[in-house]
């Protein structure tokens, strides 16, 4: 379990550098970091769904389509 999440904080960290102190997104997070890493995966191409700031099945569907493309997981 603790690669995941570390692989998602390592996601986090670099998708979204400008917010600074990266927290580690699960399902069932929100915020305003969880409609950052949407939009960024929706603009990488990853995600279809509209950004509501809710970490849910699509947000890690699309966490882990980037990370089996980008040879993370």
Do not use: H, W
């Not at 998602?8 to 915020?31: D, E, K, Q, V």
């Amino acid at each position: 379990m603790k690669k995941p999440l570390i692989l998602l904080l390592a996601l986090a960290a670099a998708l979204i550098p400008a917010l600074g102190a990266a927290r580690t997104l699960s399902y069932g997070s929100t915020g305003d970091d969880v409609t950052a890493l949407q939009e960024r995966l929706t603009a990488l191409g990853y995600y279809a769904c509209d950004a509501d700031s809710r970490y849910d099945e699509d947000d890690m569907e699309a966490v882990r389509a980037f990370q089996r493309k980008n040879g993370l997981k």
